[in-house]
Each structure stands twice: as C-alpha cells, then as structure tokens.
RNA sequence: GCGCCAGUAGCUCAGCUGGAUAGAGCGUCGGCCUCCGGAGCCGAAGGUCCCGCGUUCGAAUCGCGGCUGGCGCACCA
C-alpha cells in the first residue's frame, strides 16, 4: 500500500536526521492489534535504543520530531507504550484499497519481492513401489501450495517430482509382483521378505493375466521380474499421476533417478566431491566427509560391492538442478527423512553451494480420524490410509485445505467427519460459504461482479465500523501472501481466510446491499471482498464457488 | 545415549523472526431468524504460554538445564 511506502520512507529520513543509516527493508510495520493504537506502527524507535544509547521513549519523541511526511495520507501521528510510533490513516486512504484490488482482479496480493528468481520446489517424489497415502497428500497441498505462494511473490518456481525408479525398492515391487502373478495360476510362491504385500499387487497380477496369457507365469524367472518390474513402475506411476491430477497437483518436471545413471551424472558428482577433496577410501567402502559440515558422522557414498547408498545419486540429483539454473531448492520431505537433511546438506556445502540453495521443509505425518476412532490401514495396501479415499470422502477442496490450515512442521489429525460437514464448524466450508454470499449479491443483482469498478463511485459512505474493520483486512492481504511465502508457510493464508471470511460474514449479516441508498459503494465493497477471498483460496489450489 | 520437531484456554491450533492488556475456532453458557442463503450472526466465562535458571528497557518468542510426546540415528531407501 502506498501509504506503507511514504511512512517508510519518511522514517528512514528522520533516522537519518538522528545520525542513523537505517535500511528501508529493515523498518518494521506492523497492524496494531488494538485499533486505538492506530492503523500502522513501528517499533523503530525501540529498535534504534541501543544503538543510541539513549530510552526508547525519548528516541521516539526525537524521530517524531525529525519526521517530515507529506499532507494526505497519515492524519495523526502518536508516541505511545515503551516507545511505538503509532500512525492513524486518513479515511480515504482507507477506501482506496478497494480501488486496487478492484483494478488489480487476480493480480490483486501479488507482488515482486523474488525478482524472477528461479526456484524448484520438488515434492511428493513418493516412490513408484504402490499408491498414495494421506502422507504424501499433505506433501501434495503443502509443496504445490509454497510453490503457488513463490509465484505469487516473483519467483520463477518449477514444481518436480523425482522417481526413484533404480534402487531395491524397485526390485521388491518386481519381486512381490511376479510373486503374486505365481499365487493367480495356482503355485506356492511367498511374497518376499520386505516386500510389498498390499492387495494392489494382486489387483496388478491378475490384470497382467488376462492381458498377457497365462503363458506369462511360465516365463523363465529373470524374464519374468524383469517384465515385473517395468509393468510394476509404469502402473504405479500412472496410478499416482491420476490421483495427484484428481487432487489438483500439477508437475512440471518428473524426474527419474534412472536418468541420472544415463547422463553420467553420478560419475561426474563423485569426481566433483573428490576433486575438491571431501572423499577417502576406508574398510573397502569410499566415504564423503561430511563432518566437515556439521554432520555427525561420515556417510558412505560407494558400499564396498561396488554399489551406490541412496545419498550419491541424490546429490548428484540436487547439483542437477544447480546445473539446471536455480537458485534456490527446495524440497518437501516426510518427517521419517529428516534425518537425512545434514548429509544431503553436506554435499551441497561439498559442492561449494551456498547455505540457502538447498532447503528441506519437513513436513509431519498425518493421523486421520473418522467417529472418534483413528483409521490406521487401507485394505487395499495393508498400510496407510490412501489418499485417494480421503480425498474422494471429503473432497479436493476439504482435503487440501485441511493439509494447509495446520504448520507444516506440527502433527496433524485429520478430522474426517468436520471435513465433510457442511457447517460453520467446517473452516473450508466457512470461507467458501463467505465467497459464495458476496456473489450471490451479484447474482440477485444481475451484475458481473468482476466488471464492477470503484471509479466515480462515493466510498466514503463505508464508515460502519464493520466496513472499516473489513477494508483494512483487506489491505493486509498482500503482506500476508508475503509473509507466508517468505516463511513457506501457506497456513499463514488459511488463518487469513478465516478472519476475512468472519469479517465478511458479520457485515453481511448486519448490512443490506441490494435497494439501500449505500448500494453502489457496498457493490464495491462485496466485489473486493469477494476477489481477495477468490484470491485466497486460488492460491491455496481450493476453489472459490460462486454458489454452494 | 545422540539429533530434529513439538508442548499456548476443556479440545484443535495461531501468535507476523524480541514488543503494547497472549488470540481464533470448536465445546460450554446466554442472546438473535418478515432479510442479497440462519448452511448464518452477536455476547460471556475460560491461561502457571510444560518446569527452572539466564540474556535486556522488554521473553510464549533467544540461550542453558530438565520433563513429556512424535520422528530419526545403516556400507537401507
């Protein structure tokens, strides 16, 4: 907001008066909680103390008195408690927000702070072994999500998903695969020790049968896994592509670890970490030093059969993406990897990557509870709830939001049964609900409400204490898509959401729009309430019904 | 044993990188439907911010030491 700007600007030039070179990215503003405390505060005064050796107090009596700000937007300027500066907005200053976000539409919250930078956020990258779980559903919505709230602040984002489609995880799906294709023509072969024994298997089996003869069981046995393991991985991957395009997720790099073998990437990685010295041979085995990175111990890179650990083709997988020109990665990963966040860190620090290249945003396992009771296991895997039957329960728009509302970093449940109530309980439906009603306005109006524009019209007839409320939330709007993508925290947005929808919901419920001489300013007002819920909720991938 | 994450109202959780009197929803209690959707709105009660020590003008927030819970600590992925 332009009013942000000139306060900005204005307070550096007073601490500037004071002897103080003082950045403007590094002038807090913040809303005050209280509205007596004004409409913008800064705590600069308190933050120049030290400095200055002087109370925080007299700091701000002295910035106040140095501050020179043009007449129009700021009516009143106040010290107040240890030493804020508390500043009160013109009324008009107010109103003009709905003049943005109505000029702005769906750019509206959007801003430029990440300056086409390119960022890869990779996600899910769940292995092609079986299908989705509530697991890596929470990992789908939260790594789309920051992905969403990177582009909306600048950033040139590609959203990737890697497959590992080389390692023993494969061979397990191969083996227990070919295994149930011995159980369908009637003989006594086991699924294998550590194998995967979900019933999908079997599913899989049984069409491969009808598909390919019953001749296929009697392949020689190496044939016949090797036929295994390409059916296996291609099904699995068709399968989870169909439920994340179902739940909303797009990809637009799939990565597979086989094609890093093909483009001698691993060899170059390890001649890399070599040349710059951080490998050495013991036991048979060669070894990366990570401890010269903080890890707590060095890790293997080459096992003494020769053989690759998973940690090499992975850094090899994130100096790729280095190659491939982004700045930053950034990884969202179940909270069963986290330990593994020093050593791939290490490697990238071996590199000679800077710190902030690579991030992992671990995120914690779901529990899901349905009638009061936990539901732990999915027949049809023998393992963990599939995301596909919570989604096709609840809906995409439950499901996802559900995921986002909480930090990602925190153990979440998953409430079922408030998923699916179509009730104030339910926050989705609460927010939408709020969406839905400022556009049934526009529908009993017979208006486009995307077409409606503040020119011309008198706003200053908003002055109900729940307009005002509601107009300054809605400026905040585009702070808080920052703050959460800063931070790569979409709950941030959903927390917004729910004060703005409970704002919107309160005016509704006390004001008329429809007939009333405040009509065209109220029009106004609904149209900008609506788009930045709209916008909200785009962001977060959850759709904004115009009816419910 | 070591590491990471969490511990805030009865419950589920926020708390904007150290600021003003710690907030919201649900639940509880009490009000409100001639209406653009009551599928909603308004109000009240409710706190040892896990415990202790420290850092400073100021700590839920930072540091140290404990306690509780989750997850990790492979020449597995």
Redesign the pocket.
């Known amino acids: 907001m332009k009013a942000h700007d000139t306060i900005r600007a204005a307070l550096v030039q007073a601490a500037a008066r004071l002897g103080v070179s003082v950045t403007a990215s590094a002038v807090?503003l913040?809303?005050?909680?209280?509205p007596?405390?004004?409409d913008v505060?800064t705590?600069l005064a308190?933050?120049l103390?030290?400095s200055l050796k002087q109370?925080?107090r007299a700091v701000a009596e002295r910035l106040v008195a140095a501050l020179e700000l043009p007449p129009g937007p700021v009516r009143k300027v106040e010290i107040?408690?240890?030493?804020?500066i508390?500043f009160f907005l013109a009324e008009a200053q107010l109103a003009s927000v709905l003049e943005a976000i109505l000029a702005a539409g769906e750019r509206y919250g959007r801003s430029d702070p990440g300056n086409g930078v390119r960022v890869n956020v990779e996600f899910v990258s769940a292995?092609p072994t079986g299908p989705l779980h509530v697991g890596h559903g929470r990992g789908a919505a939260l790594g789309d999500a920051i992905a969403a709230l990177l582009e909306g602040t600048g950033h040139a984002v590609v959203r990737e998903f890697y497959v590992?489609d080389?390692?023993?995880?494969?061979d397990k799906l191969a083996r227990s695969l070919w295994a149930r294709v011995q159980q369908r023509v009637g003989r006594d072969v086991q699924v294998p020790e550590g194998g995967y024994h979900g019933d999908y298997l079997i599913e899989l089996a049984e069409g491969i049968l009808a598909r390919e003869g019953r001749a296929f069981a009697d392949l020689p046995q190496e044939e016949g896994i090797g036929r295994c393991r390409s059916i296996g991985v291609l099904s699995q991957r068709a399968e989870q592509d169909e439920d994340l395009r179902e739940f909303g997720v797009k990809f637009d790099v799939i990565y597979f670890?086989s094609e890093l073998y093909r483009g001698q990437l691993i060899e170059r990685t390890l001649a890399d970490l070599t040349r710059r010295g951080y490998t050495y041979e013991?036991?048979?085995?060669l070894w990366l030093r990570t401890t010269a990175f903080g890890d707590?111990?060095d890790?293997?890179l080459r096992?003494?059969?020769g053989?690759?650990?998973?940690?090499l083709p992975d850094i090899a997988y994130h100096r790729h993406k280095r190659e491939r020109g982004f700045a930053r990665a950034i990884d969202v990963w179940?909270?069963?990897?986290?330990?593994?966040?020093?050593r791939l860190q290490a490697g990238m620090k071996a590199l000679g990557y800077p710190e902030d290249f690579f991030h992992a945003e671990?995120v914690?396992?779901v529990r899901v509870m349905r009638g009061g009771e936990e539901v732990r296991f999915s027949k049809r895997t023998g393992d963990f709830v599939m995301l596909r039957d919570l989604f096709e329960e609840t809906g995409v728009d439950a499901a996802r939001y559900f995921f986002l509302?909480?930090?990602g970093?925190?153990?979440?449940?998953f409430?079922v049964d408030l998923a699916k109530s179509?009730?104030?309980?339910?926050?989705v439906?609460?927010v939408q609900?709020?969406h839905?009603?400022m556009s049934?306005?526009f529908?009993?109006?017979a208006r486009d409400p995307a077409a409606v524009r503040a020119d011309g019209t008198d706003l200053s007839v908003l002055d109900a204490p729940e307009e005002v409320d509601l107009m300054k939330e809605l400026a905040e709007f585009p702070?808080?898509v920052e703050?959460a993508a800063?931070?790569l925290?979409p709950?941030?947005i959903t927390?917004y959401l729910?004060?703005l929808?409970?704002?919107v919901?309160?005016?509704?419920?006390?004001?008329?729009?429809?007939?009333e001489p405040e009509e065209a300013a109220?029009l106004v007002l609904?149209a900008g309430a609506r788009q930045v819920l709209a916008n909200g909720l785009r962001l977060l991938g959850i759709s904004a019904p115009d009816?419910?």
């Not at 919901?505 to 007939?515: E, F, I, N, P, S």
């Open positions: 807090e913040e809303r005050p909680r209280d007596a405390h004004g505060a705590n308190l933050a103390a030290k109370p925080p107040a408690g240890p030493g804020f508390n292995n590992n080389a390692g023993t995880q494969i670890e013991q036991d048979g085995a707590d111990k890790r293997v096992k003494s059969d053989t690759y650990t998973y940690l179940g909270a069963d990897h986290h330990g593994y966040v020093p671990i914690q396992l509302m909480r930090r970093d925190s153990q979440f449940v409430d179509q009730t104030e309980e339910n926050p439906f609460y609900m709020a839905a009603r049934g306005i529908r009993v109006a702070r808080v703050g800063r931070t925290e709950h941030r927390g729910e004060g929808a409970r704002l919901h309160a005016w509704y419920h006390k004001y008329r729009v429809l007939g109220r609904a009816r419910m």
